[in-house]
């Protein structure tokens, strides 16, 4: 999948982000999910998001997808998820929509936090990595954004949305 230099500031990012298409297969993952998971990226690649979770929490996660859906975002959702090794973490999932041109859902960007490493030191490093990755959009926007083609505006547009809502999050009272 091409990277956009939009999607470069997800590559190493301490956040663990998915992309998912709008019937829930991984499209891309950055390295910090797949390390989180146990599972090196190809393995992670078109999978159903499902497997990522251990079957007592296949109905939180539908129902995840269901608002999704309906209302384009996911705030604030719990989740276990599963590792490969078979052991599981509390998660929170965050997700916004990323659309065409013509405004037709085509996946979501996601972003888990795993709630058993929400530590001072974590969220200051998260705090710091969300004004970062902004002040990057801002200065693509500026610079690139009105010779970039259809596709790479929308992943900017969906990376931008998926920050600005990340940013709004209250990281101490996932703690």
């Not at 999607?7 to 301490?14: C, G, S």
């Amino acid at each position: 999948m091409h990277q956009t230099e939009a999607r470069k500031t997800l590559k190493d990012a301490p956040i663990m982000w998915r992309r998912i298409n709008s019937i829930g297969i991984i499209l891309d993952c950055n390295s910090t999910y797949a390390a989180n998971l146990g599972y090196a990226k190809s393995e992670i690649l078109g999978k159903p998001i499902f497997e990522h979770v251990p079957k007592e929490s296949w109905k939180v996660m539908n129902d995840s997808l269901k608002t999704w859906f309906e209302t384009g975002e996911v705030t604030n959702r719990k989740i276990t998820f599963k590792r490969q090794d078979g052991s599981t973490f509390p998660g929170l999932l965050q997700a916004t929509s990323l659309y065409d041109e013509n405004k037709n859902m085509l996946g979501s960007n996601t972003v888990i936090f795993d709630l058993t490493q929400m530590t001072d030191e974590k969220i200051i490093e998260y705090e710091k990595f969300f004004s970062e990755a902004k002040n990057r959009l801002d200065e693509i926007k500026e610079k690139d954004y009105s010779q970039l083609d259809k596709n790479s505006k929308s992943e900017y547009d969906g990376l931008k949305k998926m920050f600005d809502m990340l940013s709004a999050v209250d990281l101490r009272e996932l703690k």
